[in-house]
């Protein structure tokens, strides 16, 4: 296995060329374009690594499942899908448009911008610090990894520059689907998405859920069957951005990206995958970590179609 | 001319009872949806009134061209311009949809909220002080009425519940449309929706644009012939919201109307005239007014077309 | 007068160098560039002409606000309007959207496509023939030109290209708007766009619109005042496509453009204008035209606002 | 089994009343709300059925992947997806908005109605007889009934009313994604929409594509893998209209659903099901057989996440 991950990272760090680091973030716009790292955990819990796998990077949209997630354990399935809706919307992450022409004007789903602001609004907690520590030790836990931190400087980079999701907010809250302090959902947000990953605590979040929620490490269940299914579902209708389509033609893996680079993978009763390469294509997708994958799903045909 | 107002009004009142006090703002709940007032003012000077002609009202959505006037003599046309545009929209004067879907994203025109947002971003002033007193003193210009203030009950409500239109100031930013401190920006926002005027104030603004900028009172220039053309045909083509064809067939007089019930006019070289009426219809505008400006045009003959 | 306009067409005529003649028609794609003419005929019937005034062109657009006019004298005022709106759109005028988006689905105005093929199918005849009779005595009647044809050429290659206008007819019919053959309702939709005309002709009917519905030539009434007004109404607020804002501001004289290059202005009370310059910018307004227009109205003052 | 699939059955049939049997096609309208039945065959051809198994239905926009399917081997992946994307749309099945406000103007997916007539148009055949024959013989061989034929009063009850198809394929020629007859082509269109089905051929066709693209019954491949993989892909991320993102949550299964009343599922390497209900919910997917699905995936562990 190794041998063969070596070998799909060589033949597609050159596709790292076709994009770019993700520069809307200051913060992001650091990043080392030629970057390609992977790893995969399968259900014995054995752990293969390849390439730049050492890198640290933030979680960005991949952070979307795992706080959908926690939100339904705080909430029930049913609260939380009265105020984001389960559809695929056919438009960019960040779009505004639907809330406006749709009604009622809940988000389309939770992988999108508008729904992932709601979900966070929805995690527990008697203030935003115990919000950020439950929230934490959710992402610790699901990562088997208890030293994952925010990273500060991005974190501030995208406060600053988060306008575009103050105007969802707003609109959100204008419409009744949240309530209360926007810049403190906002900063909670922000938070979430700048948590420090590798890629190896990718492929254990995706091996936890690939086990229907079990700790593939000592047994203990994490979050239960129906969840797990449930995010895996949103990672195939939703996981890709605007490419969520091609991805699972071309891949048929549930997979979530994020603009940090990262792409967690997660194989049903097979295996747990962590991608890194943060040259992005124009769909805000890793570049090559596509092309990683799509190798491996063919190699082990890992296609749930 | 007093005759046929009384006359007017009286045949009229009866329509108030189909609309509705706007509830958006719960300070503007507390209208009296029967009251019904009405001043004319013409190129000589003489004035006047009929109905409800002495309640006090907040402008809301009527000062936007009156900060339009004013934001192109601070920065001149093209400036302003370059920031929002000139066409009706055919959405809702709240719409946010068009400043994702249509490039480049400025908004359609100054009436609509987006664009008024952007038109009092631009005034000048070395802060919210001196902006603020620069647009009240403007206002006082134009109507002739050094009293005019801001009414802090309304402002403080508008301020409250002005979530949508944080969401679109938000997104403004986001789009480079505006820039700096979006609270301080809506902050003036508020207040300049929050001027309390009588259908007194209106009709003398009105009239001093029908004289194309000059004040008919001592015959001193206000604003320029261009600006008062300019402002007067935003008032045709989208001052009744998103049933400004409809008024223009029927009606054809520049007019704009705003949730508080007021309605300013300018008959080019002929007339100003105010009127008051809570009661709005569904797109917003004061029901029973409509059909008095109805009936003034028709006996005067005052359509442009 | 007529010094006036050789020397606002001789200043103009560079300016058809910065657009390009339509090509979506292939026999439109055979006009001159260069061309540039003008007739302005006034309320004493007095009648200018300058630059290339004998050009014959296909009145396309222009007839949109004639057919019209004969759609409510067949109908009524209110019958037309429960099928087709009073509002400008802020789309293009071939868009397709609204009509899904926005409910009840009937066009938002006569001046855009759709809305023009719910007119023609209202205009009465017990089979297609008589309806063209019918139609063709009223452009001749309301130009005073009993040789008006149609140019059978363009006739057919709007015919043959008309896909897009199908669509859009089909999709009324499909939304209860219009009803019948679909066929047989574009045949006559695209014979009214290629009916022949020049610059005389269309300031004949600009200046008998003018005049209120009255022939100045002869003192007959053809249309009456309330059509003629809502006629001239549709000019200011959707007559020059998605500039019509723009046009209103700048110019501010009610007009009616077409893709042939002509444009119909009608100065209430003072005088009837037809531009003809087939060099379209890319609203698909005549590029010099507006210019020569802009220059008239600045010279005489001949803004409604 | 057998005894399980009647008791869901059982459990099950009420629902039907919860909907409503399609109107908008006047030949549907004769369908009996409270029919259910369902057929379930697995990898060793072992047949099961239940409930009303043995009604006769027409296939609707079940043949949407079959005809994806066969344009595939006509055409090749490449050339196919050059001309349909591959991503769910968000919005209804018959809309026509994204045409017009996303460019390129290709349809979204072949499994709404417009990328389903442009997958239409590409069936290969020297006329439309031949291509009608082709079709048929694909759906033949695929569903094992070599007696599936079409059900003319459907038929021309289709071809009567679709307007709106006719709009969408005249939108799709002016944009240039189709070409030739647009009647010839929507002839075939509602055609394959009229083909005449049972669950137990549903169920077939499922079953073939479940063993990815293998017949089932004698071990000859039909469709390459790649070819069945893609298939029931889309039928996950766009199989249910605008309830796909539920259907996947909640039970799981590749299905295809028609207005007719019909739901084609596949499990990959598992099973084929075929349902009929014709009473519909809002969405137009059947009330009952979508609680039917449920039921079956829960009982067996179906769900692909």
Chains 1, 2, 3, 4 share one sequence.
Do not use: H, W
Not at 59 to 81: R, T, W, Y
Request: charged share 25%; hydrophobic share 35%.
């Amino acid at each position: 296995m190794k041998y063969i991950l070596d070998e799909i990272i060589e033949n597609n760090r050159k596709y790292t060329s076709e994009g770019n680091v993700a520069t809307y973030i200051p913060e992001l716009a650091k990043g080392n374009r030629d970057d390609l790292g992977v790893c995969v955990i399968d259900m014995e819990n054995n752990t293969y690594k390849s390439g730049d796998y050492d890198r640290k990077f933030t979680i960005q949209s991949v952070s979307k499942p795992i706080s959908l997630a926690l939100a339904i354990m705080d909430n029930g399935k049913e609260n939380v899908f009265s105020k984001v809706g389960m559809e695929p919307s056919g438009d960019p992450f960040n779009s505004i448009m639907k809330l406006e022409t749709v009604k009622p004007s809940i988000p389309y789903n939770p992988m999108i911008n508008a729904g992932a602001i709601v979900i966070t609004s929805m995690i527990k907690g008697k203030d935003n610090d115990e919000k950020l520590d439950r929230m934490l030790n959710f992402f610790r836990r699901l990562s088997c990894n208890p030293t994952l931190e925010v990273n500060k400087d991005v974190y501030m980079s995208e406060k600053i520059t988060g306008d575009r999701n103050r105007a969802i907010a707003y609109l959100l809250k204008s419409e009744g689907i949240i309530d209360g302090d926007i810049e403190g959902i906002l900063d909670l947000y922000f938070k979430q998405c700048a948590i420090e990953v590798t890629v190896e605590d990718l492929a254990r979040m995706g091996a936890n859920l690939a086990s229907y929620g079990i700790d593939i490490s000592n047994g203990e269940r994490i979050v239960s069957e129906d969840i797990a299914r449930t995010v895996k579902t949103f990672m195939v209708t939703c996981g890709m951005y605007d490419a969520s389509g091609e991805f699972a033609i071309n891949v048929g893996i549930p997979s979530k990206s994020g603009v940090g680079g990262g792409i967690m993978c997660s194989v049903p009763k097979k295996l747990g995958i962590g991608v890194f390469g943060p040259s992005l294509d124009k769909k805000g997708n890793s570049v090559a970590g596509i092309r990683v994958l799509k190798d491996i799903s063919r190699r082990a045909s890992l296609s749930i179609f």
